[in-house]
């Protein structure tokens, strides 16, 4: 197979989240247990962090992966979902995984993912394992992709576990409590293990100090502990909740001998992008007019990107948005801004909603603007109807982001 019919199986032979929503969400390990077992455990052959959480967990994953690259370790990277190539979800010092090692890895073991009708996501997970053990990385950063307990990447016995955050998102699967979905997140705590969490909240921090008692593991709010504001090139206001939690991991790795200088950590903040690669984070296109996209989707991470555009200096704001036929609109609706011009679009997706739909629900709630046949295009309407002074949001989904980048 090429590179391309590889991609074309992995994709749509088999169930992926992102595409098909709830019915490719698996409610246990046993398949990620297997798979493991027949590449032979190659998530024992390196040391990890482990990254979960509602919004943040990709950003404080690529700069957990920057600082350590600058201390001059050999990273692994693991995130989800990709913008432009599936190669984006495994790294190694910031370089994707070769076109051949995904061809090779699905031709080995294609015969054993049919047999047991295995995920797109855990045979991706058993692809970045079976990459970052034979490329001899000195640790990888793991993010999770959906929850914790349950993700196909807990399996790993990390050197630090970090959770960003707890928000509303995936509630079909999580649970629709902030204490629920903390239990599923706080799934990756595992025992004598120190534990990360980034943002103190007072519905989740008791169920998090639980679990590391029970696991006998420390555990550190990092909010309260870092006092230290450092700057990175991951811009927007957002991203400062971020930074500390990275600083903290860095210390919990420091403690247990991993030589990161200070120096290492301001330059590896700073170089986040170049260092990694990473795509989409308040990503600035264009400058007259200044034009921005943002993958965050979700309440609490539109709450921030909203927050961040009406911080900016505009005369007209223009909004090119577009979602997936699961979103709740209405957990999301009352954060946008009446006062700009909205341009709907469907993402090119079987999930994308379409733009007329969301452009009659958005009508209902006084948000004025046109429906369009794709993102392009109302990215184009857009800008022909902006003037230099204009601001251009572009969001709802990655998969919007996806098509603009």
Known sequence: M?????????FYQLPMYQRQ????????????????????NPHHNFKSVHVAGTNGKGSTSHMLSS?????GYKVGLYTSPHLKDFRERIKIDGQVVSKQFVIGFIKRN????EENQLSFFEMTVGMAFEYFSKRKVDIAIIEVGLGGRLDSTNVVGPEVSVITNIGMDHTQFLGDTLEKIAIEKGGIIKPKTPVVVGETQQETKNVFRELAKHNNSKIVFADKDVETDLESDLKGVYQFKNI???????RELGLKGYEISESNLKIGLLNVIKNTGLLGRWQVLNNKPKVVCDTGHNREGLTHVMKQVKSEKFNNLHIVFGVVNDKDLYSIVDLLPVEARYYFCKP????????KVLKRFFDEHALKGEAYNSVKEAYNAALNNSKKE???????????VAEII
């Open 67 to 71: 600082i350590l690259q600058e201390a």
């Open 21 to 40: 929503g709830k019915s490719a969400y698996k409610a246990d390990l046993s398949n990620t247990l297997l798979l493991v077992e027949h590449l032979n």
């Open 110 to 113: 294609k015969a054993f993912f």
């Open 390 to 400: 204009d601001f251009i949001y572009i969001g709802g989904s990655t998969f919007v």
């Open 244 to 250: 500390k939690t990275a600083i903290q991991a860095v």
């Open 348 to 355: 090119q997706i079987s999930r994308g909603l379409s733009a």
């Open 2 to 10: 090429t590179y391309q019919d590889t991609l074309n199986w992995m």
